[in-house]
């Protein structure tokens, strides 16, 4: 069975950091785009970062303000989020999430964590 | 940045009954919309993408349709297990966005 397991979320003071971890299981992750995303409580999904297969590009969404790095070791099958300068507005669940090409050139989230939960409080 | 909304925020509905979910685009994403259902306490599941592409494993009674700025999402027959809240997500350049969510309820 493929699948993805969220790992690192906990509390953290204002200004602190936390790294989350993100380990496959039943597939290779070298080929595939990873990506995080989250969801604060009771809120919407929002996309946080992507990174290529081979971590030749990394992108991030705008609010993020440079504070959270993406990662990757294909070696390890697992994804990584360092986060910094964290704020009360980072409180979500934090999930990684697959990123498949599709036959006409999009993309989807196919397979997804069960998400970890950060609170910045 | 291309904003998704969805309608409704809630649709109550009974089993068996006919549910028509609604995302609209602020500009067109031409067929470039999946949609994900997600559970209490769960992950989201990718139910639709490319508009009207089935994942896999996901019964008929789901379907997509539409492009440009307007989709929609069908359940044909609600099950119990579909009372969910459901998402439309798109792609710009390097941005992924979902819409807000519509919440199916048991009426």
């Known amino acids: 069975e493929m699948q993805l397991v969220d790992s690192g979320g906990g509390l953290v003071k204002p200004g602190g950091s936390l790294r989350l971890s993100c380990a496959a299981s039943g597939f290779t992750i070298s080929a595939y785009r990873m990506n995080w995303v989250r969801q604060a409580p009771g809120k919407g999904l929002e996309w946080v970062s992507i990174?290529?297969?081979?971590?030749?590009?990394?992108f991030y969404a705008d609010s993020l303000n440079g504070r959270f790095t993406i990662s990757r070791d294909n070696a390890k099958n697992s994804l990584y989020l360092q986060m910094n300068s964290l704020r009360a507005e980072d409180t979500a669940v934090y999930y990684c999430?697959?990123?498949?090409?599709?036959?006409?050139?999009?993309?989807?989230?196919?397979?997804w964590g069960q998400g970890t939960l950060v609170t910045v409080s | 940045e291309i904003v998704l909304t969805q309608s409704p925020a809630t649709l109550s509905l009974s089993p068996g009954e006919r549910a028509t979910l609604s995302c609209r685009a602020s500009q067109s994403v031409s067929s470039y919309l999946a949609w994900y259902q997600q559970k209490p306490g769960q992950a989201p599941t990718l139910l639709i993408y490319d508009a009207s592409n089935r994942a896999t494993g996901i019964p008929a009674r789901f379907s997509g349709s539409g492009s440009g700025t307007d989709f929609t999402l069908t359940i044909s027959s609600l099950e119990p297990e579909d009372f969910a809240v459901y998402y439309c997500?798109?792609?710009?350049?390097?941005?992924?966005?979902f819409g807000q969510g519509t919440k199916v309820e048991i009426k």
């Open positions: 997500q798109q792609r710009s350049n390097w941005s992924w966005t």
């Open positions: 990174i290529s297969a081979s971590s030749s590009y990394m």
């Open positions: 999430a697959r990123l498949i090409p599709t036959a006409i050139g999009h993309d989807a989230f196919d397979i």
